[in-house]
């Protein structure tokens, strides 16, 4: 099926590590994004990458760092993470022109 | 620069009642407009936008929105809900063709009673 692949699915981090998380698409979609999700706060735009070799910054992008390489892949790295970065993350991608975006079923992350 | 405004963080609903989730955006250039479901422990799923055309949207799971440009709001109605329409449902708004990502609303958590 086609989609977006994210992993791990949770991780529970101690403050301070560094961790990376996968994003995967397959459907050849030039922009991506990362999302955090926080209880009443909604999603919010991390960082964003137009094409592959190009990124930008959101809404909240600091203690985040992000590349892309390639069309179908965009990690995201928390180089020294901290509890306010506790959260759900979610990739997404969207074809420009299309309107449509995928979201990926999301990555819990407890930073303790 | 963009927004969007969900009025209630929080709205109960008993089981086969009219639901309206009301949502207002800012945006200085024209929008397309989204709603979003999210289940319980999911991720998030499309259940209409609002692109051109006919102001109102039909979207799935019997849910419908008007865009009403002078009133910059874009409220989800559902006639009839059932118990697994309890979610959190999201507005959101992008300027462009997916440039700059969606902006979203805080969510509504919408509640059914039995």
């Known amino acids: 099926t086609a989609g977006i692949t994210q992993a791990p699915t949770s991780q529970i981090l101690a403050a301070g590590r560094s961790m990376t998380l996968r994003c995967t698409q397959d459907m050849r979609h030039n922009a991506m994004y990362w999302y955090r999700q926080d209880l009443g706060l909604g999603l919010r735009l991390i960082h964003y990458s137009n094409t592959a070799g190009t990124t930008g910054k959101g809404e909240v992008p600091d203690g985040y760092s992000v590349s892309r390489a390639n069309t179908d892949d965009f990690p995201l790295t928390l180089a020294s993470a901290v509890p306010s970065q506790t959260s759900v993350y979610f990739c997404?991608?969207?074809?420009?022109?299309?309107?449509?975006?995928?979201f990926g079923s999301g990555t819990r992350l407890t930073v303790v | 620069a963009q927004s969007v405004t969900q009025l209630d963080s929080q709205v109960p609903v008993f089981e086969e009642a009219p639901v309206e989730l009301r949502c207002n955006y800012s945006?200085?250039?024209?929008?397309?407009l989204f709603w979003y479901v999210q289940y319980p422990n999911q991720g998030l799923q499309l259940l209409l936008k609002?692109?051109?055309?006919?102001?109102l949207v039909k979207g799935i799971n019997g849910f419908e929105a008007e865009f009403n440009k002078s009133q910059t709001s874009f409220h989800l109605r559902k006639p009839s809900v059932h118990i697994s329409d309890t979610a959190e449902y999201f507005c959101a708004v992008s300027s462009g063709g997916g440039a700059d990502g969606l902006t979203f609303g805080k969510g509504t958590h919408l509640i059914i009673q039995p």
């Open positions: 997404a991608s969207s074809s420009p022109g299309s309107y449509g975006y995928t």
């Open positions: 945006s200085s250039v024209s929008v397309y």
């Open positions: 609002y692109l051109s055309g006919s102001t």
